[in-house]
């Protein structure tokens, strides 16, 4: 996408005043609700700890989300831009570490070639990355028996990357009618047999039990943004075990926590989910995103056949699976941000691969939260976390506090917002409120750069990154 772009909505930046924010947002008729005073000390909603069924405490109401790592070695282990962003995770104030990066499961089925990879091999180096991660938050904040540790346990199944990261490797549970075509996959380009996921599922049991040993407190059996265990879900047209029906389709999930839970005994378990899906979507008229395909779209879990609307029947039925499962972290999410990121990911500026967007960003922050609400609502007795928050800049507090305070969410996710501006979580915490210079603008070349084949980092707003060489590349990609 061009650097000259101007945007089509105003940016958050400019609506410096609670007036002109709830008047934006009238005017454009999203419905998102906002506290204009932040509370403090005790009083704020967001020093709230809680205490599992099992015992263990969560500190706050703040928690880091899991993003993808490009700068791991060709072996699956940390490198030193991957210790700095953890240990920033450690100081940033938050009590809930979700997972901290997607971590793969099997070299096939790494999302890049240098994404991390939990195995026998690299099991010490994640030892000494949890404890990097106890050390500092204890030099930071004096205390970490309410900090709560997960680590993601991945295979990114149609966007496997393992091997060059501009060229694909998918592994696919079947044959998409627009996805197929957008990443040049032939309608019988073959599709995984039962037997490999049987040997999938091992692996991400042996992992399980790994991360158990390394110290972490919980593992993410990931179910988001069109990577495998997402895309189980919308298997609806696969035949076999895994395929077809909804406890079919479900199996996955139900086979991986069966397993952890008689080889790691005590060990939290949580899901990730895209909690509604919508059709894919592509550039348009004056590049703005499109549909890619018309109605009737059957292959958006939570979403329906309009495939621009949510309709999440089918995720209050995995929710009862959870509930049987006995699993009480979960954290949501939605779309995907190959496909269709303005609802995954609100941002006024697109990655380079991607579209401008449809709506104003507000509309797809209030979306997902509206729907994680509702999951809330009718889930009381799981401890929900929130996402797509960082395009609300200077107002995060704000509506942060208001989910927390209405019921809507147990716990704000912080995703690409911590790149530029680690510690945001522990500013909001003594409420002596934001450095403005630090807040994400979500240029997106956290995004833009990997697809390119670089890092991924706030090239913008972290000196580390601004000074690399990537950076000036990364402004010719952009065309600034």
């Not at 996402?387 to 912080?414: C, M």
Request: negative net charge; charged residues 25%; glycine residues 10%.
């Amino acid at each position: 996408m061009s650097g000259k772009y101007k945007p089509q909505y105003p940016r958050v930046a400019q609506l410096k005043t609670a007036n002109l924010f709830r008047q934006h947002l009238e005017k454009e008729r999203i419905p998102l609700e906002f506290d204009e005073e932040l509370e403090s000390g005790d009083k704020s909603p967001f020093v709230k700890p809680h205490i599992l069924k099992s015992g263990r405490k969560i500190g706050n109401a703040l928690c880091i989300l899991p993003m993808e790592g490009w700068d791991g070695t060709e072996d699956g282990r940390p490198s030193e831009l991957t210790k700095r962003r953890w240990r920033n995770f450690a100081l940033s104030g938050a009590k809930l570490l979700w997972g901290c990066e997607a971590v793969a499961v099997r070299p096939e089925g790494r999302a890049n070639p240098n994404q991390l990879m939990l195995n026998s091999y690299t099991f010490p180096d994640f030892v000494d990355l949890f404890e990097m991660l106890q050390q500092t938050h204890l030099e930071h904040f004096g205390d970490t028996s309410d900090l709560l540790i997960g680590l993601q346990l991945t295979h990114s199944g149609r966007f496997c990357k393992p091997n060059d990261k501009k060229k694909m490797e998918p592994r696919i549970l079947y044959p998409h009618p627009v996805l197929n075509a957008k990443f040049g996959l032939s309608e019988d380009y073959p599709v995984m047999l039962d037997e490999e996921i049987e040997g999938i599922i091992e692996d991400y049991i042996k992992a399980a039990v790994l991360a158990q040993k390394a110290g972490f407190h919980f593992v993410d059996i990931k179910h988001c943004h069109g990577y495998l265990g997402h895309e189980f879900l919308s298997a609806y047209d696969r035949e076999g075990n895994y395929g077809g029906s909804f406890e079919n389709r479900t199996r996955f999930l139900q086979e991986i926590v069966d397993g952890i839970r008689k080889a790691a005994p005590g060990l939290e378990i949580g899901v990730r989910m895209s909690i509604f899906d919508w059709v894919p979507f592509q550039k348009g008229p004056e590049e703005k995103g499109v549909p890619a395909m018309e109605a009737p779209y059957r292959y958006a879990f939570g979403g329906g056949e309009s495939g621009i609307q949510s309709k999440m029947i089918e995720s209050f039925q995995f929710m009862e699976v959870l509930t049987e499962l006995g699993i009480e972290l979960f954290c949501t999410t939605a779309g995907s941000p190959y496909y269709n990121p303005h609802i995954q990911r609100p941002a006024l500026f697109p990655p380079s691969d991607g579209y401008l967007p449809p709506e104003d960003p507000l509309h797809g922050v209030a979306r997902q939260i509206q729907a994680t609400a509702e999951i809330k609502e009718a889930y009381p007795e799981f401890y929900v976390v929130g996402s797509a928050y960082s395009y609300l800049q200077e107002w995060l507090p704000h509506v942060g506090q208001n989910v927390l305070r209405t019921g809507k969410a147990d716990s704000i996710g912080f995703g690409r917002m911590v790149l530029s501006y680690p510690d945001m979580p522990a500013d909001i915490l003594k409420g002596e409120g934001l450095k403005r210079g630090k807040i994400c603008r979500t240029f997106s070349d956290c995004t833009t750069a990997p697809r390119n084949g670089m890092i991924s980092g706030c090239f913008p707003l972290d000196p580390v990154y601004k000074a690399m060489p990537e950076y000036e590349q990364l402004k010719l990609v952009k065309g600034e």
